[in-house]
Structures are given as C-alpha cells and as structure tokens.
C-alpha cells in the first residue's frame, strides 16, 4: 500500500502563505530600489584620496583622485576644521574646530580639541590627542617625523611626535594662531595670529619667536587668517578675513613687501593661500563673494577673479599641479578648477559646512 499525504491544518497552510507573500513583497521591494537606486561599484578605492573637513555634520569626505566620486564618508562628530596628509603616505590628520568640554572616556573627539590621527589605508581613527584648547590647523613636517598644530583657543603651537602620537613640545605665539605654514627645511613656522592682528615667526630650533606687524602703504592687515609660503623660503603670504587683503612678506627682512585689495565686505573674506606649485600664482578663495582671486607673484597684483560656490573657504592642488580644489562651505560642495584656463569643470557634492581639504600627494595647505 502507497503512503498517504500528509495533511496540513488550515492554520499551518495560512501561515506558509503568509511567509510566501512577504517574500514576494520583500524581493520586489528590492527589485524597486535597485531600479531607483542602483548600486556603482566603488573604483579605485584604494586611493590616491582626496580628503574634505566637514564641520557641519562631524564628517570627512573621502574623494577619489581618478574618478572625483566620493567613496567613503567618515564618521569623526565634533567639528571637523582643516584636514591635512601625511607625506609618507601613512596617515590623513583631521583637528577638531571646538571649545573644550568634558573629556569623553571613548575614542571619539565630542566637544573637545583634538588632533585626530587616521590611518590613509582603512580610514579608522588611530589616535585622539586632546589639544587642550581650540585646535585649528595641522602641518606635518616634511620627513613625517612630526606633525604641528595650532591651538587657536591657546595661543600656542604644539609640536606631536607621529612615532608615539604624542606632544614633545609646546611654543607660545601670538593671540589665535590658526592657518600657520612651515617652511621647506622644517627649520620655521610662519603664523597668523587672528586676534593680536600679527605674524609670529617661529624658530623651532631655539624655540625664539618674533612678532612682526602687517603694514604697506598706509593699510593694515585686520585678522590674519592663512599663509602661504614660497619653496625658497624668501616670501610668505597673508590673507587678511576682515581688512580684504593679501600681503607679501620678505621673510629676510620680516616686513611687508606688497599688497593686494579686494572687493571688502563682511567678515569673514579670503581665506586658504597655499602657493601653488609653480611659484608663480596665489589662488585666494573669498568666503563672501565666493571666488578664487587668481594673483601674480611677480609682479604681486590681481590677475582674475575665478567665480567658484558661496563660502569658498579652503584650497588644495592636484598632483601634477593643473587642478586646484576647493570648498564651498555656504553650499556643500567641492569645485573643481583646471588651472590651464582657470575654469570649472566639475562641482561634487560632500557632506555639510565642507571647510579644510587636502589631496594626497599634492600641494597643501600649510606648505
């Protein structure tokens, strides 16, 4: 005799049907939202990056360099300020723009200052250094022994050993130092000091600072934001956020050389100067008129007003140096800027208040 079928109980049946059609819903779901939303893969992963301070959602964007896509987003909290790399290729730095808090117990900087140390191949957080007060910029000396940054809240710039992660020493310098540069030789620091309105030269191997004041031509520089720095050492450039202005400084004579005027309105103006590669041009973002002043170095003078996002605010250079990046911290975005004919050729969105960008091989600012 032939084994009869089993028999299922109604409730046993409903419920296999029940489990069939949430996994219709479910796969056809699915099938919708790869329609809508279809998944790219990632290219060139691996890097070389470009990494973007996000101050308004705690974040670092990550950019490729070939593709010019955002590959990966960050986590940090806090403000994220200014973003610098590491010319040894090991690390990315990242400081956090914010007054002092209670310290956290987790490796994670909250409210506190710190100087975040990740690593440039997985991206992870590898060290939390708290900075004690405001912390604004980093500079990595050019061997990768160490790595600078200015304690805007302090009046200090601190100096961290990238073999232990951990402060060595600690120079006093004017009132708010912030967009610091530091010269090829490792041997000075160039800083701006927003709040006492004067440049502090650092000797770093005395520890000895000098205070000069920004004049030319009758005209004063109002907040010192950033400088930039020519590979020979013999002139620095100041941008001045409130006054409108840059200056050029003959780091011999510890004076100003010259000066450049721009349109003037409210605080706060140009911002970012690394001096590009070739040594011949300053590009300036201005945060209130959102361009890229284009200025000669020799002569020094304004050549072209390049017309980027609102908030323009920092500026990093390609590689092969014929591309410049910079941030739209009012519209959150990056533009980009072929430096052949001045002109953008493309805008990528990252996350919200972009502010510090630095490219991986490139020119940065601080050098």
């Known amino acids: 005799?032939?084994?009869?079928?089993?028999?299922?109980?109604?409730?046993?049946?409903?419920?296999?049907?029940?489990?069939?059609?949430?996994l219709i819903v479910v796969l056809a779901l699915l099938g919708l939202a790869i329609a809508l939303?279809?998944?790219?893969?990632?290219?060139?992963?691996?890097?070389?990056?470009?990494?973007?301070a996000n101050e308004g959602d705690g974040t670092i964007s990550v950019i490729s360099q070939e593709t010019l896509e955002v590959?990966?987003?960050?986590?940090?909290?806090?403000?994220?300020?200014?973003?610098?790399?590491?010319?040894?290729?090991?690390?990315f730095f990242a400081t956090n723009h914010e007054g002092e808090e209670e310290e956290s117990?987790?490796?994670?900087?909250?409210?506190?200052?710190?100087?975040?140390?990740?690593?440039?191949?997985?991206?992870?957080?590898?060290?939390?250094?708290?900075?004690?007060?405001?912390?604004?910029?980093?500079?990595?000396?050019?061997?990768?022994?160490?790595?600078?940054?200015?304690?805007?809240?302090?009046?200090?710039?601190?100096?961290?050993?990238?073999?232990?992660?951990?402060?060595?020493?600690?120079?006093?310098?004017?009132?708010?130092?912030?967009?610091?540069?530091?010269?090829?030789d490792n041997n000075y620091i160039y800083s701006p000091n927003m709040k006492s309105d004067d440049i502090s030269i650092l000797d770093l191997k005395?520890?000895?600072?000098?205070?000069?004041n920004i004049t030319s031509g009758g005209s004063s520089c109002e907040t010192p934001?950033?400088?930039?720095?020519?590979?020979?050492?013999l002139y620095s450039f100041v941008t001045c956020g409130r006054s409108f202005d840059v200056y050029k400084i003959d780091n011999l004579r510890k004076k100003a050389a010259g000066r450049v005027a721009f349109e003037t309105g409210e605080f706060p103006g140009p911002i970012q100067t690394p001096v590009h590669p070739g040594g011949e041009y300053l590009y300036v973002p201005d945060m209130r008129h959102g361009v890229v002043h284009k200025i000669s170095i020799e002569p020094f003078k304004?050549?072209?007003?390049?017309?980027?996002?609102?908030?323009?605010h920092g500026i990093a250079y390609s590689q092969d140096s014929k591309t410049a990046f910079v941030t739209n911290t009012w519209e959150d975005t990056i533009s980009v800027i072929d430096l052949e004919t001045d002109t953008v050729t493309k805008t990528i969105r990252v996350g919200r208040e972009p502010?510090?960008?630095?490219?991986?091989?490139?020119?940065n600012q601080g050098w």
């Open 1 to 22: 005799m032939g084994n009869k079928p089993k028999r299922v109980n109604r409730a046993e049946g409903k419920q296999n049907r029940m489990v069939v059609y949430f």
């Open 302 to 312: 304004l050549v072209k007003d390049i017309h980027v996002g609102a908030g323009a």
């Open 225 to 233: 934001v950033a400088m930039g720095i020519k590979e020979d050492g």
């Open 105 to 184: 117990e987790e490796h994670e900087a909250g409210h506190i200052p710190y100087l975040r140390i990740l690593d440039a191949k997985s991206h992870k957080l590898l060290s939390s250094i708290p900075m004690a007060d405001m912390a604004a910029h980093a500079v990595p000396s050019k061997d990768g022994k160490y790595v600078f940054v200015s304690r805007e809240g302090g009046s200090t710039i601190v100096k961290v050993g990238l073999e232990d992660f951990r402060i060595t020493r600690i120079f006093n310098v004017g009132k708010a130092p912030h967009g610091f540069v530091l010269s090829s």
């Open 37 to 52: 939303f279809p998944i790219t893969p990632q290219k060139n992963a691996e890097g070389p990056f470009i990494y973007v």
């Open 206 to 212: 005395t520890g000895k600072e000098e205070r000069i």
């Open 355 to 363: 502010n510090g960008i630095a490219v991986e091989g490139g020119k």
């Open 71 to 91: 590959v990966r987003t960050v986590m940090l909290e806090g403000m994220p300020h200014n973003v610098n790399t590491d010319p040894l290729g090991r690390y």
